[in-house]
């Protein structure tokens, strides 16, 4: 068995009920419509004071490039501080207390309140230029929003007064910081110096008089030092005393066995006379002697004068010969003491010496590291000194200038910001129109709503159909009748769709 469905008011029915019914819709719409109208007149739109701001970088600290930001991470820092600066509750105090309370306000009551800080905290903003991002660009806009327009102005160079201010105290705050920090640290530098340099010169004085000899073996290893070159003099000079020696002790040898056998004295060699030229001329003198013998003897025999005083002349000449190789035995024994002697000298002064090199060598290594740790600490403490007198210079310069500059004035345009107030009326007529139409539709009830038509069936029964007009809908309860305008309507349906399968429209509207 079919059942009515639920239908869908059309635009056409509902601009039937809406004739029908004109106060369910005229009545809120009129009354939004006034709401707007009063609050068009009660409303005053903000105005909105706009001071351009430009901020630089610290140029005490940057000698590269003056006033400009190395990285754009840094002027993304700083511009975000100064947002914060902004939203602080000091400066919006401090900027509240420049301007004073608006008229509307009692003087006597307590100037800023909580409240008023907060209300300001809201219409203050930081933004970048149009087409910009924030933290891109060094100029940015300080913008506020009032409803009287000078006290916009007003309060937008008061805020900037105020952040420029702030913000030279909190660089002054940070600088002061890290001046103590950095004196501190310079401090300590200073005091590891300080003992860096008493080790090194304890140390020197432990080196005493080779201090020169030790630093020109720290700064070069195959220079020549004085030192050095008196080691290389002493180790020649004794290498020529031990071989004078050795020489000597040959000489005393020979002397010694020409002293045995005095014939053998012309065989010696001439090195054996260098050093004796009395000698010398003696063995000349002998040879000379025994040549005249020997010729004398050729021809006369040995009993003749002239050989006796030729073999006598030998013999005087050999006897002065023995004597003069033990006086020469005697000076080369004594030089052989000499020579001992002097090596003996040279020897401990090449011991001094090297025990002196020996103990410069030793020290290098700790004065080298010694000398390193001085200059480590004396370049740390120049250091600190350069950044002590930087963070000094910012600390100057923070009191002294601001790194915020203003570009020109305070402006807020020929118009308050939000919308005019022919805007707000037809934004309200619209509003109202449809808050009309709302609640008429919200206020149509089952007789005013018209059900789509059935599908076409085969005619029944005028009993039939009284049966199955009274019957509940499958699926749902019979609405309330009201009056009988629920079985008015109905029989109605009923007598249209009878007329429509036979062609006839039903042209009547519904019954009242």
């Known amino acids: 068995m079919n059942s009515i469905s639920q239908g869908v008011v059309s635009p056409g029915q509902l601009l039937t009920i809406a004739v029908r019914h004109p106060m369910r819709w005229l009545v809120p719409a009129i009354v939004t419509f006034a709401a707007t109208g009063v609050y068009t007149l009660v409303h005053r739109a903000p105005w909105e004071a706009s001071q351009a701001l430009v901020v630089r970088n610290d140029a005490a600290t940057n000698q590269d490039t003056l006033g400009k930001f190395a990285q754009p991470d840094e002027m993304k820092t700083v511009q975000e501080t100064i947002l914060e600066l902004v939203r602080s509750r000091g400066v919006l105090a401090a900027a509240l207390t420049e301007i004073g309370p608006p008229v509307d306000i009692d003087e006597a009551a307590a100037w800023p309140g909580e409240e008023d800080i907060a209300d300001l905290r809201e219409v203050v903003k930081l933004t970048p230029p149009k087409g910009a991002e924030f933290g891109k660009t060094e100029v940015f806009y300080l913008k506020v929003r009032d409803r009287d327009r000078k006290r916009a102005v007003a309060m937008a160079s008061a805020l900037a007064g105020q952040v420029e201010a702030s913000f030279q105290k909190l660089r002054d705050a940070k600088a002061a910081s890290v001046v103590g920090e950095l004196e501190k640290a310079l401090d300590l530098a200073a005091e590891d110096l300080r003992e860096s340099t008493a080790r090194l010169s304890r140390l ?53 066995l020409a002293q045995a056998e005095p014939d053998r004295l012309v065989a010696m060699p001439n090195t054996l006379f260098e050093s004796q030229p009395a000698l010398r001329r003696l063995k000349d003198g002998l040879v000379d002697a025994q040549l005249a013998a020997s010729q004398l003897l050729g021809r006369m025999s040995a009993e003749h004068p002239l050989v006796k005083a030729a073999q006598e002349s030998q013999k005087q000449i050999a006897r002065q010969v023995h004597g003069e190789l033990a006086n020469a035995i005697r000076a ?154 629920l079985s008015r309507a109905l029989k109605h349906l009923a007598t249209c769709q009878n007329r429509s399968s036979g062609r006839n429209g039903c042209k009547s509207g519904l019954p009242a």
């Not at 008089?209 to 030192?227: F, N, Q, V």
């Not at 080691?231 to 002397?255: D, F, P, Y």
């Not at 930087?390 to 601001?402: G, N, P, Y």
Request: hydrophobic share 40%; aromatic share 0%; glycine share 8%.
């Open 204 to 256: 020197e004085r432990e080196v005493g008089s080779d201090l020169a000899e030790l630093r020109i073996l720290h700064d070069t290893t195959s220079g020549e030092s004085a030192l050095r070159r008196t080691v290389t003099e002493i180790r020649n000079e004794l290498r020529q005393v031990r071989a004078a020696g050795k020489s000597n002790e040959r000489l005393l040898s020979l002397l010694k």
């Open 332 to 485: 080369v024994e004594v030089d052989l003491r000499i020579n001992g002697d002097r090596a003996v000298l040279l020897e401990e002064q090449l011991a001094a010496a090297t025990g002196r090199l020996d103990k410069l060598a030793a020290l290098r290594a700790p004065y080298a590291n010694q000398i390193a740790e001085t200059g480590k600490w004396t370049e740390l403490m120049e250091r600190a000194q350069q950044r002590l007198a930087d963070a000094r210079a910012s600390q100057a310069t923070a009191k002294a200038t601001s790194l915020i500059a203003r570009i020109d004035a305070p402006e807020t345009g020929p118009r308050p910001v939000g919308p005019g107030r022919a805007v707000l009326l037809l934004v309200g007529l619209a509003g109202g129109l449809v808050i009309g139409l709302g609640v008429l539709v919200l206020s149509i009830d089952a007789g005013e709503s018209l059900r789509p038509a059935a599908a076409p069936s085969p005619a029944p029964s005028p009993s039939a159909r009284t049966v199955r007009s009274n019957r509940v809908p499958r699926g749902g309860l019979v609405p309330s009748d009201r009056d009988g305008k």
